[in-house]
């Protein structure tokens, strides 16, 4: 059974046919990995979190929706031009997800269609289009899979709290730090609150004195990065590229490669150890 979702209404899905996009994954350790906004995907991978018995409702709140069918209503024609989900129960109590864009909505649209051993026109007057990939699937345990943080966020109340960028704390912190020195206000964009965030989570205080000398003395090993100090050697910010250049120095992501010798620059970084 399939059952959609309509503004803040659920409904059954009534159809004679099996929905074959609408199922579970072939998921292994091989093509998943723990989710990391600082990382792109490969396009076979999935990220997953993990989710604690907090979190665990976002997700149930789909599932109780199965234990009594009997109580939803069948999607009308007016409601079916307005769906925004169609979820699914799977084996071992899992979920399958399918967000419903605009852009998937077909109305009035005229298609050609091979049949017969000639091409037929055909109007779609109201239709929606389904993605050969799911934006979601739930294993039934605590693992909610996922391909793109940011299609599936409306979809999960409380999934913000597994997207980790710097709290404003934390920015006030920093900007405290024997090491900058901001010299004009300007909205930190969120490629540097992640970062931010990331050396928090490494355990990399750029307050110690130790960091600082190091940073002194690499800065200027790439000199197409914009870096600028002032008397007292610390690295003045005013811009967010400014900002970017000093926390990728800090997390390693200015370096050199050590056969080439070119001086190279990563928007991303996996920790191995």
Known sequence: MFLVKVGRTYRKLDNTDDISELVAPEIDPENSREFDPEIKLEHEEWFYIELDDVHISMVKEYGDKFLNTAGLNDVNEEEFSKIELIFRKVENDGL??????????LVDKSILKWRH?????????????????????????????????RTI?????GIDDYYRIASQAEVDEFKEFNLVRFIKEFKIKTNNLKMLAVLKDYGIDLNDIAVKNTLLRTYSQYPNQEFELDDNQNFIIDSNRKLTCLLKLALGRLYTNPITHHKMEANHAKKLN
Do not use: M, P
């Open 117 to 149: 051993r000639r091409a037929e026109r055909t109007i779609i007057e109201n239709g929606i289009e389904l993605k050969s990939e799911n934006d979601a699937y739930f294993d039934g345990n605590d693992k909610l899979y996922f391909k793109n943080f």
């Open 96 to 105: 399958v997800f399918q967000k419903i864009t605009q852009s998937k909505r």
């Open 153 to 157: 966020r409306s979809l999960f109340k």
